[in-house]
């Protein structure tokens, strides 16, 4: 059933997709596109049309480590305030979530943005404020923003930003599954454009379409995949041309540029993937967490936290597995009781299947 506005429009292209009559394998790198999918009933017709479309590594909260949160712990109980967002302190780690701190009485507070972070850092001159900067390229302009404002001295950052375009390329060199095509972030390509995915049509000859977040944007994409995999015609189109363009946010790029290096960043599920995370440039030290408590954090260097037993996150990022694959999914991992990210996250895979789980 079809549960939105454009009735006829929907069962036209939809018509079109079945009348294709191939089995084809996509993938999606946006939790916003697995809610709408899965909310309105679309990852069924698709998959009664042969198309299966499995979520990717889309969700930065997902993606985000359990070094980076150990951190996080480490620091508050060294007496810091830790800032960050609902979902992000509610993931598990090796010693608990930042909100388990905060049961024990540490100080890690929920914002719903930097500024937030800032304001608190301003109204407690005599503590260290951190803020655990999570998001794609998205989000990392709020974060140059603040930081090109000079924020007071006892504010810093934990950066925890990646970059979309290097994880695709890992996904297709790891090789772990066959895919047909890409549905490509709307918001991230409001920020980075096209041009940035142009090199993995060019050198894996994989289709990609740039989509809005409406059930009519997934389905012309989808269908716009199609008829590049037909013609043989491997390339980006943009469907979201209401939102993104070539070029994208020139001005978000500069400062983004003006803020951040590449560096290799490890990504939850995967191997480090190269120039992947952005951090602070040298200038900017001052607000550079893993820089102005490096003596407090090296002890966390040597260790390595695994993911929570029995939890298959990982394998979800990589697009190998479905939330039902999981033995864990909806009887002890729950969004009251999560043991992986992925259930804790408005935008992981388990915690949209678990919200809109069908009988």
Request: proline share 6%.
């Amino acid at each position: 059933m079809l549960y939105f506005k454009d009735k006829v429009l929907a069962k036209t292209i939809l018509g079109k997709i079945r009348s294709n009559g191939k089995k084809l394998n996509f993938m999606h790198v946006c939790g916003t596109h697995q809610d709408t999918l899965v909310k309105h009933g679309l990852d069924t017709l698709f998959e009664n049309s042969g198309i299966n479309i499995c979520q990717g590594p889309g969700c930065p909260v997902c993606v985000t480590t359990p070094l980076e949160i150990e951190e996080c712990i480490l620091l508050a109980k060294k007496g810091k305030i830790i800032a960050s967002f609902g979902d992000m302190i509610r993931v598990p780690s090796y010693n608990g979530s930042l909100q388990d701190m905060k049961a024990e009485g540490y100080d890690i507070r929920t914002v719903y943005g930097i500024e937030d972070a800032v304001n608190i850092a301003i109204k407690n001159p005599s503590k260290e404020v951190i803020f655990m900067a999570v998001g794609f390229e998205t989000t990392a302009p709020t974060t140059s923003a603040i930081i090109l404002n000079e924020p007071p001295e006892n504010f810093s950052i934990l950066c925890c930003h990646r970059t979309i375009p290097a994880a695709l390329k890992t996904i297709l060199e790891m090789g772990e599954l066959k895919l047909d095509g890409f549905i490509e972030p709307g918001h991230v390509s409001t920020i980075i454009g096209t041009k940035p995915y142009e090199f993995i049509s060019r050198e894996y000859k994989i289709p990609q379409v740039i989509s809005g977040f409406e059930p009519i944007d997934l389905l012309m994409s989808v269908w716009m995949l199609i008829q590049q995999i037909n013609k043989k015609n491997a390339k980006v189109e943009n469907e979201y041309v209401r939102a993104v363009n070539e070029n994208g946010n020139l001005i978000a790029q500069k400062v983004i540029k003006e803020t951040f290096i590449q560096v290799d960043k490890k990504w939850r599920g995967f191997p480090t993937i190269k120039k992947s995370g952005l951090e602070l440039r040298n200038k900017f030290d001052k607000y550079n967490c893993r820089k102005v408590f490096e003596e407090e954090l090296k002890t966390l260097k040597e260790k390595e936290f695994l993911e929570p037993s029995g939890c298959r996150c990982g394998e979800l990022l990589r697009g190998l597995i479905t939330p039902q694959d999981c033995p864990l999914f909806g009887i002890r991992c729950t969004p009251e009781k999560p043991i992986g990210p992925c259930m804790v996250s408005i935008e992981g895979s388990c915690n949209i299947a678990y919200m809109y789980k069908k009988d």
